[in-house]
């Protein structure tokens, strides 16, 4: 299995390559393409928020705790909310994510669980999309892609590390198959995350319906 320094540099150099094509090809402007590089390596950490290790949880639900409240900043804005309004909620927000949702995930979660697979890559992506508030869609999804795209360069590199390559036979050790994968042994935790999935796929049509009008609808 990789290591938590192994997973941020290859989602960092994936992230920066991630935000240079960004700009060029797809002609998106720096800064944008700089938050999209930062999302995309914080991506390729987020596997690890199931880590039995308790500084790849700490480091990642302190960072969540800094950036996630100020990703919903336009949201909160949008919603007509204060100033003062604005910075109790970022205040909460920081305070509820580093603390409680630390000690709820933990509980919940196991090390190379559901949260290890595909259908969480997919999560992650859509929460992102569907967090951040611009009338911009290709923006939105430069910034859901890029947070799967360094959640899958973690998996992927997570399988790689348990494929022994020393030597003529190749060995697998007993992480095999766990890292790219669509379900687990547990039931109730794949049905979760397929439900969680499931309800974002249909926030996400909604918001596309809702973005094209009545033709949209009819449409699809």
């Not at 299995?1 to 090809?25: D, E, K, N, W």
């Not at 630390?102 to 595909?118: C, D, N, W, Y």
């Not at 590199?157 to 992480?175: A, H, P, W």
């Amino acid at each position: 299995m990789a290591g938590f320094r192994t997973h941020i540099t290859v989602s960092g150099v994936l992230g920066v390559g991630y935000g240079a094509a960004a700009v060029q090809p797809l002609g998106f402007p720096p800064d944008v393409a700089i938050l999209a590089a930062g999302l995309t390596t914080v991506g390729g950490m987020l596997p690890d928020l199931d880590s039995d290790s308790g500084v790849p949880v700490r480091e990642l639900f302190g960072l969540a705790a800094a950036i996630v409240p100020l990703v919903f900043v336009p949201r909160l804005i949008q919603m007509g909310l204060t100033r003062e309004g604005v910075l109790a909620v970022l205040l909460f927000g920081y305070l509820l994510i580093r603390y409680w949702a630390r000690a709820v995930f933990k509980r919940l979660t196991v090390h190379r669980g559901m949260f290890h697979s595909v259908p969480a890559m997919l999560i992650s992506g859509l929460a992102v999309y569907l967090g951040y508030h611009s009338d911009s869609r290709p923006l939105r999804l430069l910034f859901g892609c890029g947070v799967m795209a360094g959640f899958l360069s973690h998996l992927v590199l997570d399988e790689l590390y348990s494929v022994d390559l020393r030597g003529l036979k190749v060995r697998l050790n007993k992480f095999a198959g766990s890292a790219v994968k669509l379900f687990s042994p547990s039931l109730p935790a794949t049905a979760t995350c397929y439900a969680v999935l499931g309800a974002m796929l249909y926030l996400a049509y909604l918001d596309y319906t809702r973005a094209q009008g009545p033709a949209a609808v009819t449409a699809w």
